[in-house]
Antibody, heavy 117, light 113 residues
Framework: EVQLVESGGGLVQPGRSLKLSCAAS????????MAWVRQTPTKGLEWVAS????????YYRDSVKGRFTISRDNAKNTQYLQMDSLRSEDTATYYC??????????WGQGASVTVSS | DIVMTQTPSSQAVSAGEKVTMSCKSS????????????LAWYQQKPGQSPKLLIS???TRESGVPDRFIGSGSGTDFTLTISSVQAEDLAVYYC?????????FGAGTKLELK
């Protein structure tokens, strides 16, 4: 069974950093692209970033470029989202998703991130 | 960015009813080279993460009941549930993966009448 388990969420002040992790199991992690998608009641679902199987190619939405970094460790079956210079508008539930060629075909349970002073 | 517009925003249904919901994109999602529409449908039940139902506008994922039918091409797409069951009460989202940033519609919420 495919499992994606996010961790690392929490409350953080504006301008500070937070790093999310996503532990994958039940499939050959190194064979799949991965992604992060966030959700808020007001903006809905927003794709945040994607990473290729080997980690050599990364893609970001404009609003997080230069502040967020997606990465992965295939030996640990884990992907990460380093979030720097956080803003209030980054407050959301962040989902880890398996991202094989386009669609997000498996999702984690989500990690809550609140950016507030 | 490609804008995805879903209608209606909510719909009250009874078990056994046929339901249709619409998703329109601000530009065509049909890639001429392979004749594929880069459109997916997801289901999100309360307190759960989204679940992929349909990709390429009409291809059901493994295990998805055949009462879920995706159709359409270009800029106009439809998700039909041929006979709604109680477990289908959820929010349904369309997503385009034709171009980054991948974008989602605001969702159609199915509620019990």
């Amino acid at each position: 069974e495919v499992q994606l388990v996010e961790s690392g969420g929490g409350l953080v002040q504006p301008g500070r950093s937070l790093k999310l992790s996503c532990a994958a199991s039940g499939f050959t992690f190194s064979n799949y692209g991965m992604a992060w998608v966030r959700q808020t009641p007001t903006k809905g679902l927003e794709w945040v970033a994607s990473i290729s199987t080997g980690g050599g190619n990364t893609y970001y939405r404009d609003s997080v470029k230069g502040r967020f970094t997606i990465s992965r460790d295939n030996a640990k079956n884990t992907q990460y989202l380093q979030m720097d210079s956080l803003r209030s508008e980054d407050t959301a539930t962040y989902y880890c998703a398996r991202h094989p060629s386009y669609v997000m075909d498996a999702w984690g349970q989500g990690a809550s991130v609140t950016v507030s002073s | 960015d490609i804008v995805m517009t879903q209608t209606p925003s909510s719909q009250a249904v009874s078990a056994g009813e046929k339901v249709t919901m619409s998703c329109k994109s601000s530009q065509s999602l049909l890639y001429s080279e392979n004749k594929k529409n880069y459109l997916a449908w997801y289901q999100q039940k309360p307190g759960q993460s989204p679940k992929l139902l349909i990709s390429w506008a009409s291809t059901r994922e493994s295990g998805v009941p055949d009462r879920f039918i995706g159709s359409g091409s270009g800029t106009d797409f439809t998700l039909t549930i041929s006979s709604v069951q109680a477990e289908d009460l959820a929010v349904y989202y369309c997503e385009q993966y034709y171009d980054t940033p991948y974008t989602f519609g605001a969702g159609t919420k199915l509620e019990l009448k």
